[in-house]
C-alpha cells in the first residue's frame, strides 16, 4: 500500500521501495497542475519492485504519462532507473547535460574508477566484488532519450515555476529544483536529512568533496520553506542547520583522515578507508558488505583528495600505488 502525502497544494510525494538497499526508499515528488503537463521527480531502480510503486503511484495521482514529464536529478540508478521504462509508455524524460553524458558513458567511467581503484590500493578482487554488489550497475535504465537541461534553465507547470540549479559534488553533474516564490527546493542527494549523502571521488573531478561543499554553501541561504530530500524522512531541521551539520560532519572527516596519515606516513588510501571510523553494523573493515565497502573506499578518496588540494597532504606514487602523509 502506497502512502501519499500532500506537500501543497498540487505537490505530493510518495515512497518507491529501494529492497535490500541501505537508502531503504526514494521520496517522488509529483506536480500535478490543474492543466497541462505533470512533473514527476526521479524514478528508482530498474527493478520490478520499484516499476511497480511507480506505476501504482502514477495512476492513484491521475497522471497519463502521454502528458508527464520525467525530471532526474542525477545519474545514479536509484534514480535514473526507470526511465527507460517510463519514456515507453509515453512519457517525456529531462535530465542535466553533464550526468546524461556520464550515463550514456559508464562504460568508459568503469575503467576509469578501475584504474584509480586499483592505483589507491583497492584489491582488484575485492574491486570486482564490489561492482557485482553495485545497485546502481545491476539495475540500470533500458536506453532512453532525453530533454538536456543546464544550470538556470527554467520549467513550468501550472503555478509551479523551477529553476534548475547544477549543484555537483554528489555527481558531477547533480540538479536540484528551485521554486522561489513557494520556498520549495528539490534537493535529490545534494542534502539529506536523517543521512549523509555519499560523497566519492569523480575521474572527472579533481576535488568532488571541495566541489560539494561549496555547493552546500550556494544552497544555504537560499529562502526555503520545503527542502525535498530524495530520500528518507523530511528534515526535522531547516535546510541551513542541516548544511551546516553536513559541513560540519566532513570537516571533522577531514580531521580524522589526516590524523590516521600523521600515524602511519606513506600509507595507502585503501588502508586509510579500513581505519576510518563508519556508521556501519559491520564488525570490522573485512566484513564489511562489499557494495558498503565501494562507498566508504570512495569516500575516503574524496576526502584525501580534498586534503591534497587544500595543502594538507601529500601523495605520491610509487611501484603504481599512492602514499600520502601529512604536509
Ligand atoms: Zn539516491
Given at each position: 500500500m502506497i502512502e501519499f502525502e500532500e506537500i501543497l497544494s498540487g505537490l505530493w510525494r510518495f515512497s518507491i521501495p529501494l529492497p535490500d538497499n541501505p537508502l531503504r526508499w526514494?521520496?517522488?515528488?509529483?506536480?500535478?497542475p490543474e492543466e497541462g503537463r505533470a512533473l514527476l521527480i526521479d524514478t528508482g531502480f530498474n527493478r520490478s519492485e520499484c516499476l511497480q510503486a511507480l506505476s501504482e503511484g502514477m495512476?492513484?495521482?491521475?497522471?497519463?504519462?502521454?502528458?508527464?514529464?520525467?525530471?532526474?536529478?542525477?545519474?545514479h540508478g536509484d534514480h535514473v532507473g526507470c526511465a527507460g521504462n517510463l519514456q515507453d509508455m509515453g512519457c517525456r524524460i529531462l535530465m542535466g547535460r553533464v550526468d546524461r553524458e556520464i550515463e550514456q558513458t559508464m562504460r568508459r567511467g568503469r575503467e576509469e574508477?578501475?584504474?584509480?581503484?586499483?592505483?589507491?590500493?583497492?584489491?582488484?578482487?575485492?574491486?570486482?566484488?564490489?561492482?557485482?554488489?553495485?545497485?546502481?550497475?545491476?539495475?540500470?535504465?533500458?536506453?532512453?532519450?532525453?530533454?538536456?537541461?543546464?544550470?538556470?534553465?527554467?520549467?513550468?507547470?501550472?503555478?509551479y515555476h523551477l529553476r534548475c540549479m547544477m549543484t555537483p559534488g554528489?555527481?558531477?553533474?547533480?540538479?536540484?529544483?528551485?521554486?522561489?516564490?513557494?520556498?520549495?527546493?528539490?534537493?535529490?542527494?545534494?542534502?539529506?536529512?536523517?543521512?549523509?549523502?555519499?560523497?566519492?571521488?569523480?575521474?572527472?573531478m579533481e576535488d568532488a568533496l571541495g566541489v560539494y561543499m561549496e555547493n552546500l554553501r550556494r544552497v544555504r541561504d537560499l529562502p526555503v520553506d520545503y527542502p525535498l530530500p530524495a530520500h528518507r524522512k523530511l528534515g526535522t531541521v531547516s535546510l541551513e542547520q542541516r548544511v551546516d551539520q553536513l559541513l560540519a560532519h566532513h570537516e571533522a572527516r577531514l580531521c580524522e583522515a589526516e590524523d590516521i596519515i600523521r600515524r602511519?606516513?606513506?600509507?595507502?588510501?585503501?588502508?586509510?578507508?579500513?581505519?576510518?571510523?563508519?556508521?556501519?553494523?559491520a564488525s570490522c573493515w573485512d566484513d564489511f558488505p562489499p557494495g558498503q565497502k565501494w562507498f566508504a573506499f570512495g569516500e575516503t578518496l574524496a576526502h584525501l583528495d580534498r586534503l591534497v588540494a587544500s595543502g594538507r597532504?601529500?601523495?605520491t606514487v610509487t611501484d603504481g600505488i599512492a602514499r600520502y602523509k601529512v604536509i
Amino acid at each position: 500500500m502506497i502512502e501519499f502525502e500532500e506537500i501543497l497544494s498540487g505537490l505530493w510525494r510518495f515512497s518507491i521501495p529501494l529492497p535490500d538497499n541501505p537508502l531503504r526508499w526514494l521520496n517522488c515528488y509529483v506536480i500535478r497542475p490543474e492543466e497541462g503537463r505533470a512533473l514527476l521527480i526521479d524514478t528508482g531502480f530498474n527493478r520490478s519492485e520499484c516499476l511497480q510503486a511507480l506505476s501504482e503511484g502514477m495512476a492513484a495521482l491521475g497522471l497519463e504519462p502521454g502528458n508527464t514529464d520525467v525530471f532526474v536529478t542525477h545519474c545514479h540508478g536509484d534514480h535514473v532507473g526507470c526511465a527507460g521504462n517510463l519514456q515507453d509508455m509515453g512519457c517525456r524524460i529531462l535530465m542535466g547535460r553533464v550526468d546524461r553524458e556520464i550515463e550514456q558513458t559508464m562504460r568508459r567511467g568503469r575503467e576509469e574508477f578501475e584504474k584509480r581503484a586499483v592505483a589507491e590500493g583497492m584489491p582488484r578482487e575485492i574491486y570486482e566484488l564490489t561492482l557485482l554488489n553495485n545497485h546502481g550497475r545491476r539495475f540500470p535504465s533500458a536506453a532512453f532519450t532525453a530533454i538536456e537541461l543546464e544550470d538556470g534553465d527554467e520549467l513550468e507547470y501550472g503555478s509551479y515555476h523551477l529553476r534548475c540549479m547544477m549543484t555537483p559534488g554528489h555527481t558531477p553533474g547533480h540538479l536540484c529544483l528551485y521554486e522561489k516564490e513557494k520556498k520549495i527546493l528539490f534537493l535529490g542527494d545534494h542534502v539529506l536529512f536523517d543521512i549523509t549523502p555519499n560523497i566519492i571521488a569523480w575521474p572527472w573531478m579533481e576535488d568532488a568533496l571541495g566541489v560539494y561543499m561549496e555547493n552546500l554553501r550556494r544552497v544555504r541561504d537560499l529562502p526555503v520553506d520545503y527542502p525535498l530530500p530524495a530520500h528518507r524522512k523530511l528534515g526535522t531541521v531547516s535546510l541551513e542547520q542541516r548544511v551546516d551539520q553536513l559541513l560540519a560532519h566532513h570537516e571533522a572527516r577531514l580531521c580524522e583522515a589526516e590524523d590516521i596519515i600523521r600515524r602511519s606516513p606513506g600509507v595507502n588510501a585503501y588502508d586509510v578507508a579500513g581505519r576510518m571510523r563508519w556508521k556501519i553494523k559491520a564488525s570490522c573493515w573485512d566484513d564489511f558488505p562489499p557494495g558498503q565497502k565501494w562507498f566508504a573506499f570512495g569516500e575516503t578518496l574524496a576526502h584525501l583528495d580534498r586534503l591534497v588540494a587544500s595543502g594538507r597532504l601529500e601523495r605520491t606514487v610509487t611501484d603504481g600505488i599512492a602514499r600520502y602523509k601529512v604536509i
